[in-house]
């Protein structure tokens, strides 16, 4: 994913919104990997949003 994507991604929710990295039970080492964007409503009323970034192993890419 770059920059530009993940801006793109970004782009339709509020500020405000909380970022988290979503990490799984799984190997990673420091390489580069490509991320999915879950964007979970927290509250309606003020519209607040997590927004859940997990990397995408490569085994786990691999077999998809």
Same mark, same amino acid.
């Given at each position: 994913m770059t920059k530009g994507e993940l801006i793109d991604a970004l782009? /339709? &929710?509020p500020d405000r919104? !909380?970022?988290v990295i979503e990490v799984h039970d799984t190997m990673l080492s420091e390489d !580069? &990997? /490509?991320f999915t964007l879950d964007a979970v409503e927290m509250d309606m009323m003020q519209c607040k949003y997590e927004l859940r970034l997990t990397a995408?192993?490569?085994h786990e890419k691999l077999i998809t």
């Open positions: 782009r /339709d &929710y919104s !909380l970022v !580069l &990997y /490509d995408i192993n490569h």
